[in-house]
């Protein structure tokens, strides 16, 4: 009989335990701040703006992506070992944006995104690519509609890598 009420005690510290490291270790959103539009373009070139409804009230934002280096004759950037990517959120006609991708120096890489639609959810959701010859971060961006703010998760990070091929079209 005291060997059951000790493996039933362990069982319980365990279980304590584990709902503690499952507390523990649970991504918390990464709310992301508004910050004054001029500002926080300043010194970099817009590359191309997309209207979406991401929050989904109904009425576009603008997605865009902006980066440090000059715009040739020909429409592409003189792009340099590496500059400063950002992308941004903003409402049409107004002056704060949301840092979806805050400014970034990004070696020998790219900054890109993409939107989709899950299910039947309201507005849409934002995967934001960072590739470097020695990285690869994905981070999905979504409108929170119970905190209305957007946040920004990291979903993949393996650390440090090696590009040995990449496709393109």
């Not at 049409?92 to 070696?107: A, L, S, T």
């Not at 899950?118 to 995967?127: A, C, F, M, Q, S």
Request: proline content about 3%.
């Amino acid at each position: 009989m005291k060997k059951r009420k000790n493996v039933g005690l362990v069982a319980l510290i365990l279980l304590i335990l584990l709902v503690i490291y499952l507390f523990a270790t649970r991504q918390k959103p990464n709310f992301i701040e508004t910050s004054s539009f001029e500002e926080y373009v300043s010194g970099l070139t817009l590359c191309y703006e997309y209207y979406a409804d991401v929050d989904g009230d109904g009425a576009d934002e603008i997605i865009a992506p902006y980066i440090a280096a000059e715009r040739m004759d020909d429409g592409t950037f003189a792009l340099d070992d590496g500059q400063d990517w950002a992308i941004i959120i903003r409402k049409q006609n107004e002056r704060i944006c949301y840092p979806i991708f805050p400014k970034k120096y990004v070696q020998l890489g790219e900054v890109n995104f993409e939107t989709y639609q899950v299910g039947d959810e309201k507005g849409l959701r934002i995967l934001v690519h960072e590739s470097q010859t020695a990285g690869l971060v994905l981070y999905e961006i979504r409108f929170n509609q119970k905190k209305e703010k957007y946040e920004r998760n990291e979903i993949y990070n393996p650390g440090t890598i090696n590009y040995i091929m990449k496709s393109g079209w």
